[in-house]
């Protein structure tokens, strides 16, 4: 059973890595480029004898409390 | 019209990072998590003039040229 978790600034939050990356594609010539931001996502082989309920548990608590810092970002967890 | 641009290493690629995730989660005292493998996940406002087509192929395009080195990472682009 796998869980992806993924991991994003809150809108309110700067992202200047993702400005450097929007500079840079304009730079190559993409035109019709508003924005760009930059997370990060996680893929957690859990154990395959966990119910669904208690995979989304598992991996919502690793994301709260290792992944993700909830002062400035946001997360949303998916369980495959 | 906003892309998803997911980023992942190739499976046959180390991972320190996800490794030391992982560790780090088995001391927290998390039990039935097999591996933690770490990606880049990416969102791109693309004009809304464009078709889906068209959006997916810039996407695409970004993807390939800037944000994954297709030597070691995979990735995958979805349209919203």
Excluded: C, W
Excluded at 47 to 70: F, H
Aim: net charge negative; charged share 30%.
């Amino acid at each position: 059973m796998k869980a992806k978790v993924y991991v994003k600034l809150k809108p309110s939050v700067l992202d200047p890595q993702g400005k450097a990356i929007h500079h840079s594609v304009e730079l190559l010539g993409f035109e019709k480029v508003g924005d760009v931001r930059q997370g990060k996502y996680f893929e957690i082989a859990l154990d395959p004898g966990l119910s669904s309920e208690e995979a989304q548990a598992t991996a919502e608590k690793i994301a709260r409390d290792v992944l993700a810092n909830p002062v400035i970002e946001d997360y949303s967890v998916v369980i495959d």
